[in-house]
Nanobody, 122 residues
Framework: VQLQASGGGLVQAGGSLRLSCHASGGTPFMYIMGWFRQAPGKEREFVAAISRTGSFTHYANSMKGRVTISRDNAKDTVYLQMDSLRPDDTAVYSC????????????????WGQGTQVTVSS
């Protein structure tokens, strides 16, 4: 499975962005999909994950209420809607796919996209 993330950019604090992650090859709908982020000088951290059908979601406490993860299996795409962005949300956001991961554990995911940069200015 190949993952291609897009939608990052520069936004002012309080603004919104919608990230997309398109999956190709294999059977993307069979995977749990997650978003992680890595800020400069920090370890990669979990942001959100969604079940195969989209019925269940899980969010990091730091992002809860400000992000929404969704998926469209017909388009093999997962989305991350981010609102009320803050400067400390600045990071490279990466999507990942896993068959049976612990949703918040990056090492449990099998495939990773290249990441998209999100920069939030104050």
């Amino acid at each position: 499975v190949q993952l291609q993330a897009s939608g990052g950019g520069l936004v002012q604090a309080g603004g919104s962005l919608r990230l997309s992650c398109h999956a190709s090859g294999g059977t993307p709908f069979m995977y749990i999909m997650g978003w992680f982020r890595q800020a400069p000088g920090k370890e990669r951290e979990f942001v959100a994950a969604i079940s195969r059908t989209g019925s269940f979601t899980h969010y990091a406490n730091s992002m809860k209420g400000r992000v929404t993860i969704s998926r469209d299996n017909a388009k093999d795409t997962v989305y991350l809607q981010m609102d009320s962005l803050r400067p400390d949300d600045t990071a490279v956001y990466s999507c990942a796919a896993g068959r049976t991961p612990d949703w918040t554990t990056e090492n449990d995911y099998d495939y990773w996209g290249q990441g998209t940069q999100v920069t939030v200015s104050s």
